[in-house]
């Protein structure tokens, strides 16, 4: 009954295009046809964020979103945050800072911080902790996550008022 | 969790929409962030056989703040809502409930039409809107109609929309005096245990006029008037607010599921109703 | 002008032991380019999935495949009649029951394996999975153990002699048809004759609720079996892979050579991963059949539901004690609810795990400890989460019952702990259930604790908040939460610890590069706990090579020598054993080489931290870099090219790390809302490897032990239908609902154990949960209350506040 639809990504800088069953969930797209295994599968009905991407300068889950739904947008994941030359502030400090165990989060964990981060580049300790309210770890307990959050804005803070 | 397949409608003005509606009837639905029923078609609670992706329709996004009234657009986001700067200035209700939906993920997605129309009992936006009293401008192939909020839920699930029609704004009387939104949940990304929306006036220490309504207590939202008029006319004293918890109880009906037995959702109601119409009491 | 190179220099560069050291693992996770089970893409590969029972207990009538068969995508359904000829449609468990692979001829939990869809992808797989036909015929449904003793309804026709008579099971004689063992420590009769002439006795009846490990990433794994090589390669989200080897094995009759099985990143497991599921053995077969790669990976829902449930114990106790608190006689009695298998993972020789560690930190003269294991229509597992086997349970029994006892005393908890404490003198100290503690110092530890948080100022304040809500002034209680656990892990040593057969020891490889640098192969598995970077300190302090330069290896038994794997906190107890054994080993030949260098005799130089030098003259030295080198590249005499070592660790005991935590928590008695003010937390886990590791193992251990205490359970209705099957009601807490712990310690090595370290990953939630739960009862101590059971989410709370008279 369904017919295959021709989809057009942007996901990282790169256009994609191709031909997709509409139910393809985005999550599945990134990771089993663009080969993009940051994001992650950890609960499938949008309450653990593992698999947070950016579309269109907002954090959302990509396991509650349908290719064809995102056709047209423009994708970041944590592969187009930051690689080996030129890491994220946030990559750094969650090694710095201990932000992270077994990594599963840890991807979806980085993409929603940079949003929020943008949207709030001095937040409160209160703020990170609603700001990060969709993303589960199972492994930190969070207080090394938000000291990196803090540790990340401190850095892209005192950055950007030495490049003033 | 993989839903069924499906035939996607991506249509670019509302006649369109209407026309995929009326080909296929109720085996065609409309979705808007599709933060509520993509999860169900993903556990294959929800059949849709074609699907209608509102994004690309104009002119549902807006948010207008007029004299009297203030219009959302079906396709405005929780995100929207909460970021939106005159609104938190003349219904700073609407932001204070937003915030209290899901997380912030499901927020950017999340849209007021979707939270309002699907009729599902935990969502926090058909209270809100009730107490308001806001009426929901729905088109269909007879044209337009507005429903008032009050009248809009049936049962869960069953709204006075019907299949083939799409809610496309709602518009509410610019409220007036103090407000609230009181919302229990066991965590970030539930529903409420019980939650509370109060608009309360007034008037050199009498309470001109209340509205209540109440979330996840029964099958729909429940506005209760009965509680409002407990309210009216007194000062807001410890005996008025306790006949207003009183009616309020009258008019609930909520069943045990995890998040407790009948006897806790209605007390923590009543707690919760409390503390509603006392944080909105001191902000009137 | 360069400054000279100090001693503290060159041990700072070693990054050894004591160093906070930033982790190795973190760059490929913090890029998105960790290599999990699921991000594994072979050329060809399917996908399979499971048709699930809807059911809780019913007879399956018939299966109808033909119109899975017709779906486009849909390339075979396996179920139990297509595995009976190769004898794979049941399978052992850990626990020397059987479980089915594919429901065979009747299904005993809801969402049983019924059949195998193997697809193209995961879409035709799902679309197969709606299209089979099962014809099921409902029976009576039991969810109580209790209820299970007493039915006459038969779960495990296959455990019934055709006689009707119940033959003996894996762990001796059965009562019921549907009990499945009865396990004892201790002594009875002594133990019943102190409690009943003793002065003070306290009972109490509790039952620690069933509940899951959850880790982020659910259960999988992909099988290819190259039919050319006759070798089967199964990657997979397995905390035991040699043990996952050997039992694919046994049960395949694959010799284990031509299998490979490697644990790739895996996204925390917490006991999750531990055991043997269906999907494992269903994809080698899909792999076998269909001659390609076959990959299962569970969604939330079946991880949930039906792999690795964990507690579920019915605990009732009696505690005796003179009237001036000194405890004379402990007795416990556990129902054990199991499921519809026994696949709990415990030694085999322990059915009920570690259970008869119940006796805690306290000395006790006398104690008797009875555990009945029972059948029900639930799902099967038994796993230790986050804890050693079934620790979490005893820690949890105990630290309820001093509270219980301190109730009927009428004594301050914190003074009736403080006069039971095993006396540092006292250890190593035999246990009345027949444990020998290694080391300890509790009352250092729990002075320290309750100094650090002003335990009197808190007890004051506590009892003006009481006269405060009794005066109408605040309707929030305050509860202050006690808990003082000692854990046991390490698992353990061969003469007791077995798992089916397989003896519990583990092993490390090390081989040094010419160059002075190394790599390292353990049989054990990191889920997120670091172990690239920490076994690499545990190196570099024995053979002086920075860590930096020590590549750690896991996961992949073609390459990795024989282990258990990682549960229980036994990797730094057994593993970390062998790895500091096998640097021994390094260091003695590197001895011998050094002295040659230096012309000396071998007894003539002496280790110094990277070095060996000759004793006297310290400006005489061979660096472990020079010495490596030569080891490879000059012929010495009498010596053997090369510098490699093995280590095989049997550790002759358990370690027992322990702990002191106190919780503040305010409770709003009118909505039943916890809100915790205050955790401190100080963890004794005897030498410390990497103390940016441990703190993060106890924020992440109490934030699980949050989860258990206050809200997270797996729960069933009366039809056996689980009511928690997403995480919108299975309780993972968010950063909202979690808050800042302080962390502290104090340092008692084992004595054993070859650099004093004990294991840590589990302390935190072991002493955690009832932590936390002591919290809430002790807020309503004042008012009467003596023990409400777990999870302490809002309803229940709640109900306590409103069975006390609170809300009138």
Known sequence: ????????????????????????????????????????????????????????????????????????????????????????????????????????????????????????????EEEIRFGMAGNICRCTGYQNIIKSIQAAAAEMNAAKEAAE | MIPAAFEYHRPQDMAEVLAVLEEHGDEARVMAGGHSLIPMMKLRMADVPHLIDLQDVGGLSNIDIGDDSIRIGAMVTQAAIIDHEGLGAVAPILREAALQIADPQVRYMGTVGGNVANGDPGNDMPGLMQCLDATFTVVGPEGERDIPAREFYEAAYMTAREDDEVLTSVTIPLPRGGYAYEKQKRKIGDYATAAAAVQIENDGGTCASVAIAMTNLSDTPVYSEAAGAALVGTSVDDVAIKAAVAAMLGDIDPTEDNRGPVAFKKHVAGVILRRAIERAWSRA | MKDEVTREDRVANLKGLGCSRKRVEDARFTQGKGNYVDDIKLDGMLFGDFVRSPYAHARIKSIDTAAALEVPGVLAVLTAADLEPLGLHWMPTLAGDKQMVLADGKVLFQGQEVAFVVAEDRYAAADGIEAVEVDYEELPVIVNPFEALKSDVVLREDLVAEDGSIPPGAHGPRKHHNHIFTWEAGDKGPTDEVIANAEVVAEESMYYHRTHPCPLETCGCVASMDKVNGKLTLWGTFQAPHAIRTIVSLISGIEEHNIRVISPDIGGGFGNKVGAYPGYVCSVVASIVTGKPVKWIEDRMDNLMTTAFARDYHMTGQIS??????????????????????????????????????????????????????????????????????????????????????????????????????RKEQFPYTAALGWEYDSGDYHTAWDKALKAVDYDGLRAEQAQRVEDFKAGKTRKLMGIGLSFFTEIVGAGPVKNCDILGLGMFDSCEIRIHPTGSAIARLGTISQGQGHATTFAQILASEIGLPADSITIEEGDTDTAPYGLGTYGSRSTPVAGAATAMAGRKIRAKAQM????????????????????????????????????????????????????????????????????????????????????????????????????????????????????????????????????????????????????????????????????????????????????????????????????????????????????????
């Open chain 1, 1 to 124: 009954m369904s017919n295959k639809m021709h989809i057009k990504l942007k996901v990282n800088g790169k256009d994609e295009e191709f031909l997709a069953d509409p139910r393809e969930l985005l999550i599945y797209t990134l990771r089993e046809r663009l080969n993009i295994t940051g994001p992650h599968i950890g609960c499938e009905t949008s309450h653990c964020g593992a698999c947070t991407v950016t579309i269109d300068g907002k954090s959302v889950k990509a396991c509650t979103m349908f290719v064809a739904q995102a056709s047209g947008k423009e994708i970041t994941t944590i592969e187009g945050i930051g690689g080996p030359d030129d890491l994220h502030p946030l990559q750094t400090a969650f090694k710095e800072h201990h932000g992270l165990q077994c990594g599963y989060c840890t991807p979806g964990m980085i993409t929603r911080a940079a949003k929020l981060l943008e949207e709030n580049p001095n937040p409160t």
């Open chain 3, 321 to 422: 004690a003179t009237k001036e608190g000194k405890i004379t006689g402990l007795k416990c009695h556990v129902t054990a609810d199991h499921g519809g298998f026994d696949a709990c993972a415990d030694p085999t020789k322990f059915p009920a795990g570690f259970m008869n560690i119940c006796t805690g930190s306290y000395d006790i003269p006398t104690a008797y400890l009875e555990v009945d294991g029972v059948y029900t229509n639930k799902a099967p597992g038994g796993v230790s989460y986050r804890c050693s086997f079934r620790v979490t349970e005893a820690v949890y029994f105990i630290e309820r019952m001093i509270e219980v006892l301190a109730i009927k005393l009428n004594m301050d908890a914190a003074e009736l702990r403080r006069i039971n404490f095993i």
């Open chain 3, 593 to 808: 080489i050094a002295a040659y260098l230096l012309e000396v005799h071998d007894n003539d130089v002496e280790f110094d931290v990277d070095r060996f030098v000759v004793k006297g003259a310290p400006e005489k030295f061979k660096t472990m870099k020079e010495i490596a080198f030569a080891a490879y590249n000059q012929a010495i005499p009498g010596i053997e090219p090369g510098l490699e070592a093995v280590s095989y660790y049997d550790p002759p005991n358990m370690t027992y790390p322990f702990g002191a935590y106190i919780c503040v928590m305010d409770i709003d008695v009118d909505t039943g809302v916890p809100e915790i003010r205050r955790f401190y937390a100080l963890d004794d886990c005897g030498t410390r490897i990497n103390p940016m590791i441990i703190e993060g193992q106890v924020h992440g251990g109490l934030t699980e032990a949050l989860a258990v205490a206050l809200g997270q359970e797996i729960a069933y209705d009366d039809m056996g239908n689980v009511k928690t099957g997403t995480l919108m009601d299975f309780f993972l807490p968010t950063a909202w609902e979690v808050p800042n712990y302080e962390t502290d310690f104090t340092v008692t090595p084992s004595p054993h154990h070859p650099i004093g370290a004990k294991g840590v990953g589990e302390s935190p939630h072991v002493g955690g949960v009832p932590c936390f739960s002591n919290a809430v009862q002790d807020a309503f101590r004042p008012f009467g209350n003596t023990h409400t059971n777990m999870p302490h989410d809002h309803w229940r709370i709640w109900r306590t506040a409103n069975e006390l008279g609170l809300h009138d």
